[in-house]
């Protein structure tokens, strides 16, 4: 009998390999932008602190302690442990216990009467009764169910990870627009400080006849414009205040950040290591592998309702009219059955459920597939993003020495006289732009930065000994 039961085992190890799917999936050696060193540093846990901000890391520790989104992924998590636990269930017995007392009472004086006269018309009947039944997994469908349901309990983990990597990016991108308004209205005051001074320069020509009172209305236009670009830049900031109080659960009436400036931030050297890695580091990625193989487990379960199932049923108690002799010996009763079902015919229902499990898997696999293959874009953008940023950003800042040149030698020569304030007009609308441009490719590289941690999963704790799994060349 063992060796029939290990037997069986056996096939259904069998059954459970035969339904895994051919991922099929290509793993580039390296990033085309990057070369990446199998044992090159790779980003820690806590990856935010290398932007050397102790604001951000109170906003991000602040969020994962109080963020909603994720107080509902942990729900989700004891859910699916829960549910877990119910899929495990028919893999042991099943007890009851049933208890009942009834006490009648018959007519003497009906027709049909057996009493007589004699036997009393009352009658008490006391039961107690144990039962219990067992359905024998010979062909493994309940041990498929049970991993099916592990599975997704496991992928419920992986969604939190999922949320909590989306979240620490969506506090750090409000952020970063934070600082980047921030220094843009710096810059918008400055430039507005140094219209009015032209301003009042060219006021001062117009006084001796140097000046027309057209010079006048095109330096003021340039004043408006520098005004009327402050309210924009209030709107991020504040904007972007209520967006973290949102991200840290809480009303953004309550939510204050002092803010700064981009300049002050470190931006992270970032490693990415190898393609392969992701495998083992992305949690949307190790989710959907949690996801398959629980469709993989539900295929297993699928089929094995085609074969018949074995179940053990007992029943053992106590009967009697008399609650002193309920536990006596005579009043022991007990029955032993065993039944076996085989479907026969249930019109297809069987077949079509094994037919759409096999569907679900074919899809699952392919946005497993559409999942490997899009991380591997998203690092290779992101790595191009940051170097081109990285370059744009001092490209831009020649650009703001060139034009700051420029603009410094035409108010001196306006201070002298001999400047066309056409050339002076131009000089400071090409400065102004120059400088606020500089501060949002700033921004650009900072976000760049963060789309890549963001790609690479995140922080990476040391994993000994893993091998990336579930793809091949």
Known sequence: MVGGLCLLHSLTACQLASDKADLAIEIPDSYRVSRGEPDAALPPLDWWRNFRSRELTTLIEQAQL?????AAASARIMQADAQARVAGAPLLPTADVN???????????????????????????LSLTLNASYEIDFWGKNRAALMSAKQLALASRYDREVVALT???AVATAYFQILSAQDRLRIARENLAAADRILNLIKQRQGVGTASALDIAQQE??????RAAIPPLEIIVRQNI???G??????????????????????????????????LRRPDIREGEAQLASATANIANARAQLFPSISLTTESGFQSAALKSLFAAGAWQYAVAANLAQPIFHGGALLGNLDVQK???DETLQNYRKAVINSFADVERALIAVQQQARRETLQADVVRASRQAFDLSEARLREGTIDLVTLLITQQALFQA??????????RFLAVLSLYQALGGGWPPLEGDKPRGAHT
Do not use: C, W
């Open 66 to 70: 109080t963020n909603l989104d994720l």
């Open 435 to 444: 400088l606020d441009t500089l501060a949002q490719v700033r921004l650009d």
């Open 242 to 244: 209520a967006t973290l």
């Open 167 to 169: 979240t620490v990016a």
């Open 99 to 125: 208890g009942s007392a009834e006490h009648s009472r018959a007519s003497t004086n009906g027709a049909g009467s057996d009493s007589g006269g004699f036997g009393s018309p009352e009658r008490n009947h």
């Open 221 to 226: 236009i340039l004043v408006a414009q520098q």
């Open 246 to 279: 949102v991200l840290m659960g809480q009303p953004p009436e309550y939510t204050v950040v002092r803010g700064g400036s981009l300049r002050a931030l470190a931006v992270p050297r970032i490693t990415p290591g190898l393609p392969s890695d992701l495998l």
């Open 359 to 361: 569907g679900k898997q």
